[in-house]
């Protein structure tokens, strides 16, 4: 227990001996950032899609047409993190009055309060929300818990306000959603909470830097029949859908084994955005 928590003073009650430890600053890097974690395929399947279908109704005009993605008795709730550092950098004034941080926010009955109860409640507060546009290719999905009845997944990522007095301000947000079976073999959300906070400098310069490819069933028709034909193999060995197939083929002139050899490569690397295989 010592090796992974050496600081560890007391164990199930008994006081351990004193650590030995030397006057010798210790590391301060933190470990890279995984990629998305899917328990399968199929759950990879359902929940991309969701968030598709989610995001793009949540980045439109009017978000009345999330009524449908929500249970009729929905909980939903708001917190953005106490302000720190710069004032200018910390301009999250359209959330203040809706975030319940419980580590500011001690009333019992305001904690209350700010819960958004039923469907039609949480989809009118998420209509008062600024309006936003998602960087989609910046998503990290985590299943946290599935069963039969129930899925619970955290969603990571960046979005920018599109209007009023932030407009253009990068913002980066934690969402957790937890979910039950509905009808078509999609979800229905039980519980949202959303966590909003200012983008590093870092989230800043990386936002929407790969352009999401516009939505198509097929291939460009301009193709030939040999492209097409490469294009269709490539989408079906590597998981991808065809627009982004289609780039990491052009962008190897369409030699396949060196395409499929680079796709590997940043597989692994985890430099493939989720969107890629959204179909």
């Given amino acids: ?42 759950i990879k399947a359902l929940v991309l899609r969701f968030l598709q279908q989610y995001y793009s109704v949540y980045d439109s005009e009017d978000r009345q047409g999330l009524l449908d993605a929500y249970h009729d008795g929905a909980c939903c709730s708001l917190c953005i993190p106490a302000p720190v550092g710069n004032p200018a950098r910390n301009n999250l004034s359209e959330y203040f009055k809706d975030s319940r941080n419980v580590k500011k926010l001690k009333d019992p009955a305001m904690r209350f309060k700010l819960l ?11 209509n008062e929300l600024p309006k936003t546009l998602h960087d989609t290719n910046s998503f990290v999905v985590d299943i946290c818990a599935q069963t039969n009845m129930l899925l619970s997944f955290v969603v990571h990522g960046i979005f920018k306000e599109v209007d009023g007095k932030s407009q253009d301000e990068v913002r980066a947000f934690t969402r957790m959603f937890i979910a039950v079976p509905a009808g078509n073999a999609g979800l ?53 859908n065809l627009e982004w197939s289609q780039k990491c083929l052009q ?28 179909k």
């Fill in 1 to 42: 227990m010592r090796e992974r928590f050496p600081m560890l003073l007391r164990l199930d009650g008994h006081t351990l001996p004193p650590p030995i430890a030397f006057d010798v600053e210790a590391p301060t890097t933190l470990p890279p950032c995984k990629g998305s974690y899917f328990p399968s395929d199929d």
């Fill in 116 to 126: 958004k109860h039923t469907r039609l409640n949480v989809v009118a507060f998420l």
């Fill in 188 to 240: 229905c959300i039980v519980n949202d909470e959303l966590f909003v906070r200012n983008a590093t400098t870092e989230e800043i310069r990386k936002a929407f830097a790969t352009p999401a490819p516009t939505p198509s069933s097929s291939p460009v028709p301009t193709l030939t029949a040999t492209h097409q034909e490469l294009l269709q193999a490539f989408s079906l060995q590597s998981g991808m």
């Fill in 251 to 278: 962008d190897n002139d369409w030699d396949f084994p060196r395409a499929a050899q680079i796709f590997t490569q940043l597989k692994a690397e985890g430099k493939i955005p989720e969107v890629a295989f959204m």
